[in-house]
């Protein structure tokens, strides 16, 4: 078995050492295929692991993680390096290119950066036509053109099927990583081309450590950080942030007033807090549902995740039957498929409001 040095590129992000070893292996054994799919949870660290890997194609050492080209694919702009990541159509590459190069910005100084969009992002056509078109270019510095896709799944059903023709006679130095939390939504055309690595989400110890190493942070608020974000690097490191614990605050609140107010009430707090995105909201309502769920079952055996909110949650679960908690987290989990469509997000909250208070 080869080792991971810890210098090694593949290395440099928490969780998930025996994919990474699995990877590398390949990778030193030339077994590696040249398109790759990395799938697995938000957070997980898959494009972290794009990252390394352009790393040991692009770098005529192997991934030294110093020289210039290390250098240029850790800042996203190495010449023989491109990145589609889905968007709406006011930050698409080709229609605002210096918009698209804020969001590649972002992504450079945080790998688990992602934008929010109020709309649903896709990857169309015309970015896969001119990301195969760039593909067929010979490298600029020699070693391999490597294109990354980002959560793949969001091409759209013709930019899919163009994509194919690309997977299918792909030019000898191309590289192609695709990353993906719903690679089932992927044809099973592409799936059949491209070798397959299963991310897993990160155990609490793997991103409390993480967290210590970047943040000066108290250990207890760390620990309360590692716990909420419950395996989701991305979530971790953004509430790190203050002012995402105090968003996290207000999501509770709201959480609580699906209990104790009215539906105009409910209306309100909406119409007062629309900076919130709904899979924001959904996510953190799945938590504490959660939590309220294993508190009125008095189980013992599981962790609650909020355990700074585990008061409210307590009389939550004492007056609340079990059978509406169990229909509560149904009416999220409903939410959280309709969400792909952008259903009007009032519509779903007030639709979670009923399964509490009309069954």
Do not use: H
């Given at each position: 078995m080869i080792g991971l040095q810890k210098d090694n590129p593949l290395i440099s992000f928490p969780g998930n050492i025996r994919v990474k070893r699995?990877?590398?292996?390949?990778?030193?054994?030339?077994?590696?295929?040249?398109?790759?799919?990395?799938?697995?949870?938000?957070?997980?660290?898959?494009?972290?692991?794009?990252?390394?890997?352009?790393?040991?194609?692009?770098?005529?050492?192997?991934?030294?993680?110093?020289?210039?080209?290390?250098?240029?694919?850790?800042?996203?702009n190495h010449p023989d390096l491109q990145i589609l990541i889905p968007t709406t159509k006011e930050e698409n590459p080709l229609e605002k290119p210096e918009k698209y190069a804020r969001i590649l910005a972002e992504k450079a100084k945080n790998p688990y950066y992602m934008p929010q969009y109020s709309s649903k992002p896709t990857i169309t056509?015309?970015?896969?036509?001119?990301?195969?078109?760039?593909l067929s270019?010979?490298?600029?510095?020699?070693?391999?053109?490597?294109?990354?896709i980002v959560e793949a799944d969001k091409m759209n059903e013709e930019a899919q099927n163009a994509f194919l023709k690309t997977l299918e006679?792909?030019?000898?130095?191309?590289?192609?990583?695709?990353?993906?939390?719903?690679?089932?939504?992927?044809?099973?055309?592409?799936l059949s081309r491209v070798e397959r690595f299963l991310f897993t989400q990160l155990t609490k110890t793997e991103t409390l450590e993480y967290l210590m190493k970047i943040s000066n942070k108290p250990h207890s608020e760390l620990e309360l950080i590692a716990a909420i974000a419950n395996g989701n690097l991305r979530q971790a490191i953004?509430?790190?942030?203050?002012?995402?614990?105090?968003?996290?605050?207000?999501?509770?609140?709201?959480?609580?007033?699906?209990?104790?107010?009215?539906?105009?009430?409910?209306l309100k707090w909406l119409l007062k807090n629309k900076e919130f995105p709904l899979d924001e909201i959904l996510e953190s309502f799945?938590?504490?549902?959660?939590?309220?769920?294993?508190?009125?079952?008095?189980?013992?055996?599981?962790?609650?995740?909020?355990?700074?909110?585990?008061?409210?949650?307590?009389?939550?679960a004492k007056k609340t039957p079990v059978e509406t908690l169990f229909r509560l987290v149904r009416s999220i989990e409903e939410a959280m498929r309709n969400m792909k469509s952008y259903i009007n997000p009032t519509i779903q909250l007030l639709h979670i409001y009923n399964s509490i208070h009309k069954g």
């Open positions: 699995v990877i590398y292996k390949a990778f030193c054994s030339g077994q590696l295929s040249n398109a790759i799919l990395l799938a697995g949870p938000s957070g997980s660290g898959k494009f972290a692991q794009a990252l390394s890997l352009a790393k040991l194609f692009l770098c005529p050492k192997k991934g030294c993680g110093s020289c210039e080209d290390c250098l240029s694919v850790a800042n996203l056509i015309d970015s896969i036509r001119g990301f195969s078109s760039w270019l010979t490298p600029t510095r020699g070693l391999a053109k490597v294109g990354i006679e792909p030019p000898l130095y191309a590289r192609i990583i695709l990353t993906s939390a719903n690679f089932e939504e992927l044809l099973p055309t592409i953004e509430l790190l942030d203050d002012k995402a614990l105090k968003a996290r605050d207000e999501k509770f609140k709201l959480f609580l007033a699906l209990f104790n107010e009215t539906e105009l009430e409910l799945s938590s504490f549902a959660r939590d309220t769920i294993m508190l009125a079952l008095n189980d013992d055996t599981i962790t609650i995740i909020n355990f700074d909110k585990m008061d409210e949650l307590m009389k939550i």
